[in-house]
């Protein structure tokens, strides 16, 4: 089995690594409760999408 001869430089290391960072998930804004909600999905808070109920919510009582 190979091993290598010599040992990486930490350039060459943090190249390789350069694109293995998270990026933020894009989030957008509900337009009836302006709650944070991910693109294209209902409304975790109100259950609305596309100005539709589409989504019963179950409210805290």
């Known amino acids: 089995?190979?091993?290598?001869?010599r040992r990486h430089s930490k350039q060459r290391t943090a190249k390789r690594r350069s694109h293995d960072f998270l990026?933020?998930?894009?989030?957008?804004?509900?337009?009836?409760?302006d709650a944070q909600k991910l693109p294209h999905r209902a409304c975790k808070n109100c259950g609305e999408y596309k100005g539709r109920a589409v989504v019963a919510v179950k409210t805290a009582e």
């Open 23 to 33: 990026t933020p998930t894009g989030v957008s804004k509900c337009p009836n409760c």
């Open 1 to 5: 089995m190979p091993n290598p001869k």
